[in-house]
């Protein structure tokens, strides 16, 4: 059995007070395990990036407890977990966030840098190599298309070999062509590497890459899939967009 990369036990999270307050996660355990892809599907407000966020360390639950192998990120301080995602978490996101001012060699190596490191041009270079820019180290966000702008992005969150690395529609903006690729370099990173990846879609497409499908309604887990095809997992989605919420067993 493989040892969990992260694990989620009873965590919810709710904004705002008293009776202002909104749920976006109801009492959600999980486990990711190491080396594993998994994809986190559900309805528009069903609680994906809130999940994403908090499995992350980019947000604190509620109640509940996120742990990323032994370590309980709920009992770290904000400075020790900036630092704990600085060395162990890479975060993709849907809009890529590269500085526009900076190269893609600079973009990339700016995690070490924040990491109070001096990166090393080979290390950078290595990085864009492995996500096929290596030739592009010199350009620009503005010079790139968006799926070279996300393949940077990419190759940022790898380079500082992040135990887990966390995704919200890194496809989302991308063209189909563009972005199965990007997803073939993440199906390959969790078969060649043995990175652990939890990617937040849309797309049964995007989410048949991965090993397991978990679907989230209003906040909570209504089952998963493992194995499935696009259809398979379209299927399910619209089972659950019209089925009043109602949980279908797996």
Known sequence: MRPDAIEL????RRYGTADGSVSALEGVSLAFGAGTFTAVMGPSGSGKSTLLQCAAGLDRP???SVR???TELTALSERR???????????VFQAFNLLPSL???QNVALPLR?????PRRAEVREALRRVGLAERA?????ELSGGQQQRVALARALITRPEVLFGDEPTGALDSVTGREVLALLRGMVDAEGRTVVMVTHDPVAASYADRVVFLVDGRVHGELAGASAGEIAARTAGLETSGA???PC
């Open 68 to 70: 990323l192998g032994e």
């Open 246 to 248: 109602e949980a279908v």
């Open 62 to 64: 509620t109640s509940g």
């Open 81 to 91: 977990l900036t630092l704990l995602r600085r060395k162990r978490i890479g975060f």
């Open 103 to 105: 190269t893609a060699a």
């Open 114 to 118: 924040l990491a109070g490191r001096r």
């Open 138 to 142: 010199g350009h620009r966000p503005s």
């Open 9 to 12: 036990r009873s965590v919810s």
